[in-house]
């Protein structure tokens, strides 16, 4: 098992600019099997300029390690401008200690990132695999696709331990969501497969929905009128209403499931 | 431009325009043209690589007011091709839509040195000349679109042909333009109706057909001594079946008289012009009634447009043509009008091996280049980026260049490519020649430019030239397709542009704009009717609708005298 420690440095962060740091080149399948010396060269982005990891963060490694799945990154310090934690990672870990900017996890096809904070909007983007934990609240297109693409989260897990915000899961195609809080509006927003659980309060989810299922387990607002009631049925040993959606999108595809209560 | 000497050696140079045909052949620069001989110069050594004139390209849309949008409404394709600045280049973005400094450096990378933005549409001609200018390297031209004009079509429903060839010039000069464009004639003002037009169609309340406004326009344009032909993409495009208006467009200009050797019609884009069947079930290939009317007549040429395979992004002035388009996909769209001009759509579509229609399509392209016998009547393209974006011309390129490609590429396509399409039957393979005359001596003399210095080596000629990594003896379509998507050497008026496939400089090119001398008389007479459609119709006033100097830094002029 190895740890690499990344502790952003201080004055980084410390003046009025707030200048956010890229760092999808620091995911444990990029990192494995580079020396603190190798791994305090890899570039970052800083604002429009490209730095040193060495000269961003603090960097310590501890023990070795094998595989990319015995690498773990662990990231602290003011958190809230890095961008990109875990972006496109395919293996290993990386914890983040704090609130983080947007795209964590983004793009993700393996691993596990467990940020013990808020994380910003675009988490888990066209995420295709791996797990994400976000303990806070997550802002709003999380597990989305990318401006103007058709598909978003693909595949993987992710476990919000807060609320969510708007566009929980637009266009998304497969994988798992649990929001553990409330969600602002419209979850699953051209969704056309995966699951989405949200265990409190959602505002006119499955809007255009064609295929997919989301539950809500808490009171939906705004319910879209444009879904069919099917049955009632028993989920988990609670009883939900079952409707079939969005019929804006033509009979013939309204194919999503929405269990509400 | 650049000034000093350059000498290229041991070069094997293909120079169709000249006739020099794989000769090993020294070549100087002096002030950026090709000279004699140089006495003190700068050499590069070319060690036996194929050399060529700087690429022409004909027909592509790389600037304007469409293309733009299509870059707005597609960030996802503007996310494929992001490079970082470098000390020579600024940031670049996208893959089907590029951002300008993209389409400089991509179109340099593979030995391009001229461009031709192929529909501008005249209100848009300030935004037109704004990103030709932003766009590095490249010399570049625009033709502006008179077909739907109300004015245009007035005029041919009059019998006017003076008029209308005064106010042809008269929106030439405007536009600071190149020659006349046609996109789906009529067609496109029958959109603002809501309907399409097929050649002898009326168009609603102007009362003439698609066919009368292509002569007219034809004959308009032979007034003067224009450089280039018509520039026509007929009615009816992307339709099954539109190969019989496809050919009885081209028969249109059959009678008239081009004022010196040179077509009197390009058609363009004509894979998408080639279909046969009744619908998408029954679609065919008629690559090869459409390649035998090319090889009988003299008095057209075409290019390609050639379908590359992916996700791209399609954007034409044919309105009608992009909403049947976006009902057959479901994808995004836009729509737009322009006043009395002209109108546009753009959708995004995704080419796909695995369809039976776009694998014809695949294989249109590609026949028509291998069934027209005569390299000299047809130009590579792919109507970027409507059949695919340009950076793919080098698969193109080793297409034709080697059967045993096309064999191994047809397997992995729809089986419909063995019955409904002549491809796997045709065994021709193009030499490295007629690559370079498809490549830039076709496109450079229909343009007529090579009057004016571009796609040839000949003494004073521009001094541009792409050096490929291969010798004339590759018969591997891989490499072929390696050394012609990033040339060893690009060199633009003298200056090396491109270096072992890197962009190490980004000289400004030059905007080449024609214009045709009208008469005094006419044009007055003009006047009096277009000053009354300002004064009725344009949200501009008159005064403010030409492009004035400044939108163009670095201008070549090219005269177009009446024809006495």
Not at chain 2, 60 to 73: E, M, Q, T, Y
Not at chain 2, 539 to 561: C, G, H, M, R, W
Request: charge should be negative; hydrophobic fraction near 35%; include cysteine.
């Amino acid at each position: 098992m190895q740890t690499i420690r990344l502790k952003l440095k201080e004055e980084i962060t410390s003046g009025d600019a707030k200048i956010p740091i890229e760092v999808d080149s620091l995911t444990p399948d990029k990192l494995f099997g580079k020396n603190e010396a190798e791994i305090k060269a890899v570039k970052v982005w800083w604002g429009n300029r490209e730095e040193n990891t060495g000269d961003l963060f603090d960097v310590s490694v501890e023990g070795e390690a094998g595989t990319v799945e015995e690498v773990k990154i662990v990231m602290e310090g003011n958190l809230s401008r890095v961008k990109h934690i875990g972006d496109g990672m395919k293996a290993g870990e990386i914890e983040a200690i704090g609130d983080v900017d947007m795209h964590c996890g983004a793009m993700m096809g393996g691993g596990r990132v467990t940020v013990k904070g808020n994380a910003d909007c675009w988490a888990g983007r066209e995420m295709h695999g791996g797990e994400l934990v976000i303990e806070g609240d997550a802002g709003d297109n999380l597990c989305a696709m990318y401006r103007g693409e058709m598909t978003g989260m693909s595949g993987g897990k992710v476990t919000v331990g807060g609320d969510a915000g708007e566009c929980v899961g637009q266009y998304m195609a497969g994988g798992e969501i649990l929001i553990k809080g409330n969600t602002n509006i419209l979850t699953g927003l051209n969704m056309k497969g995966g699951k989405i659980t949200i265990e409190g309060d959602a505002i006119m989810p499955g809007a255009d929905m064609t295929g997919g299922e989301i539950t809500v387990k808490g009171k939906v607002l705004d319910m879209m009128p444009s879904f069919k009631f099917v049955e009632t049925t028993t989920v988990e040993g609670e009883e939900y209403k079952k409707y079939l959606g969005d019929l804006a999108m033509t009979e013939k595809k309204a194919k999503g499931v929405l269990y509400v209560r | 431009m650049v000034e000093g000497e350059l000498l290229i050696r041991n070069g094997v140079v293909y120079d169709p325009i000249n006739g020099v045909n794989g000769e090993k052949k020294d070549i100087s620069i002096r002030d950026g043209k090709v000279v004699e001989e140089v006495t003190n110069p700068k050499v590069i050594d070319a060690e036996g690589r194929v050399v060529m004139p700087g690429g022409v390209d004909i027909h592509s849309h790389i600037a304007g007011g469409k293309v733009n949008a299509g870059r707005l409404f597609r960030p996802e394709d503007g996310r494929k091709g992001r490079e970082t600045k470098t000390k020579v280049c600024r940031a670049q973005s996208g893959y089907s839509v590029p951002n300008t400094f993209a389409t400089g450096y991509r179109y340099a990378k593979m030995g391009y040195t001229f461009v031709m933005e192929a529909a501008m549409p005249p209100l848009a001609a300030r935004h037109t000349h704004e990103e030709m200018v932003d766009i590095p390297i490249l010399d570049n031209a625009a033709m502006p679109l008179i077909d739907n004009n109300w004015m245009t079509m007035e005029y041919v429903k009059s019998g006017d042909t003076d008029l209308l060839a005064a106010y042809i010039a008269w929106m030439i000069k405007a536009t600071k333009g190149y020659g006349v464009k046609v996109v789906n004639p009529g067609g496109t003002e029958a959109w603002a109706w809501a309907k399409n037009c097929d050649i002898n169609d009326a168009v609603p309340y102007f009362d003439v057909t698609p066919a009368e406004i292509v002569k007219g326009l034809a004959e308009a344009t032979e007034k003067f001594e224009m450089p280039h032909s018509i520039h026509v993409h007929g009615n009816m495009l992307g339709h099954p079946g539109n190969f019989e208006t496809t050919l009885a467009t081209y028969d249109l200009v059959k009678g008239i008289k081009p004022y010196r050797n040179r077509p009197t019609m390009h058609a363009t884009h004509t894979q998408f012009h080639s279909y046969g069947g009744t619908s998408w079930r029954d679609f065919e290939s008629k690559a090869g009634a459409i390649a035998d009317y090319v090889n009988k007549n003299e008095h057209l040429s075409i290019d390609l447009g050639s379908i590359i395979l992916g996700d791209t992004t399609t954007m034409t002035a044919d309105g009608p043509m992009e909403y049947s388009l976006y009902q057959i996909t479901g994808r995004k769209w836009t729509n737009h009008d322009v006043e009395l001009e002209t109108g546009s759509g753009i959708t995004p579509f995704l080419y796909s091996g695995k369809s039976p229609v776009n694998t014809i399509q695949w294989a249109i392209g590609q026949e028509l280049a291998l069934l027209v016998k005569d390299p000299w009547k047809l130009a590579l393209t792919t109507d970027h980026p409507n059949a695919g974006p340009f950076i793919g011309y080098p698969i193109i390129i080793s297409m034709l260049m080697s059967k045993r490609r096309r064999d191994e590429s047809a397997e992995d396509m729809h089986k419909v490519i063995f019955d409904r399409a002549e491809y796997s039957s045709i065994d021709r393979e193009y030499d490295l020649n007629e690559i370079a005359i498809i490549t830039r001596g076709m496109a450079a003399k229909t343009l007529g430019l090579h009057e004016h210095g571009k796609g040839h080596l000949g003494v004073g000629a521009d001094g541009d030239v792409a050096i490929y990594d291969i010798s004339p003896e590759e018969r591997d379509a891989g490499k072929i397709q390696k050394a012609f998507l990033n040339t060893k050497y690009t060199i633009k008026g003298g200056e090396v542009v491109v270096k072992d496939g890197e962009v190490v400089a980004t000289p400004a090119g030059r905007t080449i704009f024609v214009t045709p001398e009208c008469d005094d008389k006419l044009t007055e007479e003009m006047m009096v009717k277009l000053k009354d459609k300002f004064d009725h119709y344009y949200s501009v006033t008159f005064n403010n609708y030409p492009v004035q100097d400044a939108y163009l830094p670095n201008p070549y002029e090219i005269k177009a005298p009446w024809r006495s």
